[in-house]
């Protein structure tokens, strides 16, 4: 049974920073691209960043770059995400994602339903 546990969320003002921590179970870790979705309420879920498997690639969305960065530690079969320079619209609720299939191409990493594995999500609240 594969789990992915995400943690870390939680308050922060305007300009300080959060690391999110996804832990993965059940799952060849090292062969997963791994991703970071986000949805706000009333909003569709959207891609925030992604790491390929097999040479961490990063990828993300361009209203995170710069500013987000994601790893991953194959080791503790873990993802992260850190989120520095946090604004209010950066609220929402944070996914982790799995994608168990080895091939992606460039234009799938930000598609949802390209991932097969869904964590619970975390809250993220960043205050003006």
């Known amino acids: 049974q594969v789990q992915l546990v995400e943690s870390g969320g939680g308050l922060v003002q305007a300009g300080g920073s959060l690391r999110l921590s996804c832990a993965a179970s059940?799952?060849?870790?090292?062969?997963?691209?791994m991703g970071w979705f986000r949805q706000a309420p009333g909003k569709e879920r959207e891609f925030v960043a992604a790491?390929?498997?097999?040479?961490?690639?990063?990828y993300y969305a361009d209203s995170v770059k710069g500013r987000f960065t994601i790893s991953r530690d194959n080791a503790k079969n873990t993802v992260y995400l850190q989120m520095n320079s946090l604004k209010p619209e950066d609220t929402a609720v944070y996914y982790c994602?799995?994608?168990?299939?080895?091939?992606?191409?460039?234009?799938?990493?930000?598609?949802?339903?390209?991932?097969?594995?869904w964590g619970q999500g975390t809250q993220v609240t960043v205050s003006s």
């Open positions: 994602a799995a994608r168990r299939r080895t091939y992606i191409t460039i234009h799938q990493y930000p598609i949802s339903d390209e991932y097969d594995y």
């Open positions: 059940g799952l060849p870790f090292g062969t997963a691209t």
């Open positions: 790491i390929y498997w097999r040479d961490t690639s990063t």
